[in-house]
């Protein structure tokens, strides 16, 4: 419906530039023919004024002047319509640029809202579906645990989610107030892997970090940065394959990164990947779960601790996320 909306809006955008292209070439053609007109007029007046004595000197300056004043209008009318041709162009192509990137704006924010749906939906399903197998049935305790470690898996996605919209939109509009805390980021890191671990064990997780790793900056943000790219990471690597944090010691700067077996990002989506609702791939054919705001989320979270996160290819596929920490 939308796509048939802006369909039709972009044929009748066309169809008036088109116009009004047009009228601006005829309203030059007019103007060029009254001066031509004006021309022989004035030509004609000159030569009934000379009395067919066209040879003398006062009539070949005259003439002249009749020339040089047609020349000089023909200019300007060729200045005038190109200056309004041009400024006709420029506000018609910013006006189709933002007109599009509205309408792109809005596709995104619907594809959010129905993947945002379905991902509050999904863990809300299976915490409420755990919750009444626990009151209808008498289980043995280690099936029992097994459910309530499934539930807290799935709250603890709900709240995860719940975070990443909360501190976007504070983030935008600029009302969250960030603690500055001394962060050991190497048990950080280390509990955020620990925890993918339990959630996803069909990964192969691994990591390597130096020890001591510290910066200051704010806990929950800085999780929610290593999550982010962690939860990016086991979206598109394959089951049993490898996803690997490092983080390591530099000369004043520590450096994380995640580095995941997928099937990378091509260059020119690397720069759009960070953008807020931008997801990689067609909309309409997408199966990976997400809403578009994880990797857009870590770039504020870095840009609000002055430090730069990085997307390059991985060998032999995949992607490497590097987040750098000035310290």
Same mark, same amino acid.
């Given at each position: 419906?939308?796509?048939?909306?802006?369909?039709?809006?972009?044929?009748?955008?066309?169809?008036?530039?088109?116009?009004?292209?047009?009228?601006?070439?005829?309203?030059?053609? $007019?103007?060029?023919?009254?001066?031509?007109?004006?021309?022989?007029?004035?030509?004609?007046?000159?030569?009934?004024?000379?009395?067919?004595?066209?040879?003398?000197?006062?009539?070949?300056?005259?003439?002249?002047?009749?020339?040089?004043?047609?020349?000089?209008?023909?200019?300007?009318?060729?200045?005038?319509?190109?200056?309004?041709?041009?400024?006709?162009?420029?506000?018609?192509?910013?006006?189709?640029?933002?007109?599009?990137?509205?309408?792109?704006?809005?596709?995104?924010?619907?594809?959010?809202?129905?993947?945002?749906?379905?991902?509050?939906?999904?863990?809300?399903?299976?915490?409420?579906? *755990?919750?009444?197998?626990?009151?209808?049935?008498?289980?043995?305790?280690?099936?029992?645990?097994?459910?309530?470690?499934?539930?807290?898996?799935?709250?603890?996605?709900?709240?995860?989610?719940?975070?990443?919209?909360?501190?976007?939109?504070?983030?935008?509009?600029? $009302?969250?107030?960030?603690?500055?805390?001394?962060?050991?980021?190497?048990?950080?890191?280390?509990?955020?892997?620990?925890?993918?671990?339990?959630?996803?064990?069909?990964?192969?997780?691994? $990591?390597?970090?130096?020890?001591?790793?510290?910066?200051?900056?704010?806990?929950?943000?800085?999780?929610?940065?290593? *999550?982010?790219?962690?939860? *990016?990471?086991?979206?598109?690597?394959?089951?049993?394959?490898?996803?690997?944090?490092?983080?390591?010691?530099?000369?004043?700067?520590?450096?994380?990164?995640?580095?995941?077996?997928?099937?990378?990002?091509? *260059?020119?989506?690397?720069?759009?990947?960070?953008?807020?609702?931008?997801?990689?791939?067609?909309?309409?054919?997408?199966?990976?779960?997400?809403?578009?705001?994880?990797?857009?989320?870590?770039?504020?979270?870095?840009?609000?601790?002055?430090?730069?996160?990085?997307?390059?290819?991985?060998?032999?596929?995949?992607?490497?996320?590097?987040?750098?920490?000035?310290?």
């Amino acid at each position: 419906m939308i796509k048939s909306k802006f369909r039709v809006i972009t044929y009748v955008y066309w169809i008036l530039l088109l116009y009004i292209i047009a009228a601006l070439v005829w309203w030059f053609i $007019s103007l060029e023919r009254q001066n031509q007109q004006m021309y022989l007029f004035k030509y004609q007046q000159l030569v009934g004024q000379n009395n067919g004595l066209e040879n003398t000197t006062r009539f070949e300056e005259a003439k002249h002047q009749l020339i040089d004043e047609k020349e000089r209008n023909s200019k300007k009318y060729i200045g005038e319509g190109a200056t309004f041709l041009a400024l006709i162009l420029l506000g018609a192509a910013f006006v189709y640029r933002s007109v599009r990137k509205q309408w792109q704006i809005q596709q995104q924010q619907q594809n959010f809202m129905m993947a945002i749906t379905h991902e509050l939906k999904t863990p809300i399903a299976v915490a409420k579906l *755990n919750l009444e197998t626990l009151q209808k049935h008498q289980l043995e305790e280690t099936k029992r645990q097994k459910i309530l470690q499934m539930t807290i898996q799935e709250t603890n996605r709900l709240n995860a989610l719940t975070n990443n919209i909360l501190v976007s939109s504070q983030l935008e509009g600029n $009302s969250y107030r960030a603690s500055k805390e001394e962060i050991n980021l190497t048990d950080l890191v280390n509990a955020c892997i620990q925890d993918f671990k339990v959630r996803f064990p069909n990964k192969n997780w691994t $990591s390597v970090t130096d020890a001591d790793c510290e910066i200051e900056g704010d806990p929950l943000l800085i999780t929610i940065l290593v *999550n982010n790219l962690l939860e *990016n990471a086991n979206k598109y690597t394959p089951n049993n394959q490898i996803v690997k944090c490092e983080l390591k010691k530099e000369e004043h700067r520590l450096v994380l990164s995640v580095i995941d077996l997928g099937p990378g990002i091509p *260059n020119e989506e690397k720069s759009k990947v960070f953008d807020k609702f931008y997801r990689v791939g067609n909309e309409a054919t997408r199966t990976t779960k997400g809403t578009g705001l994880g990797l857009y989320l870590c770039k504020k979270i870095a840009e609000s601790h002055r430090a730069t996160i990085q997307i390059r290819d991985n060998n032999p596929t995949g992607c490497i996320f590097t987040v750098t920490f000035k310290i």
